[in-house]
């Protein structure tokens, strides 16, 4: 019998529409390089102006919502990212061993 995955990611964004949370991200985009106080400044005032952003909420509603109609009929993977959670190192798995 062969096993069944569905594969899904996203690109990432931040956790937290804080100023660190903001850094945090802005930080992992630029592969650890910390940008300067006033580019995060921007950064964060630019998430605010706009509502801050639901991405990491919807990618994650959407793989419990493919998990439960997939049922055991196949795993349902979040891939890992290198900009936001979950990071390359972890990876979550729905209704998969």
Same mark, same amino acid.
């Given at each position: 019998? !062969? ?9 990432? !964004?931040? &956790? ?7 850094? &945090? ?9 910390? #940008?300067? #106080? @006033? ?22 509603? &959407? ?11 196949? !795993? ?7 900009? !936001?959670?979950?990071? @390359? @190192? ?8």
């Amino acid at each position: 019998m !062969s096993k069944r995955a569905v594969l899904m990611m996203t690109f990432g !964004s931040p &956790e937290e529409i804080t100023y660190e949370g903001v850094a &945090e991200f802005f930080t992992n985009i630029r592969r650890g390089v910390r #940008p300067e #106080p @006033h580019e995060i400044q921007t950064l964060y005032d630019n998430y605010v102006r706009i509502g801050g952003t639901p991405l990491q909420r919807i990618t994650r509603e &959407e793989v419990d919502m493919v998990a439960t109609a997939l049922g055991n009929q196949a !795993s349902v993977l979040l891939l890992p990212t290198n900009f !936001s959670l979950p990071f @390359h @190192h972890r990876c979550d798995q729905r209704n998969g061993e």
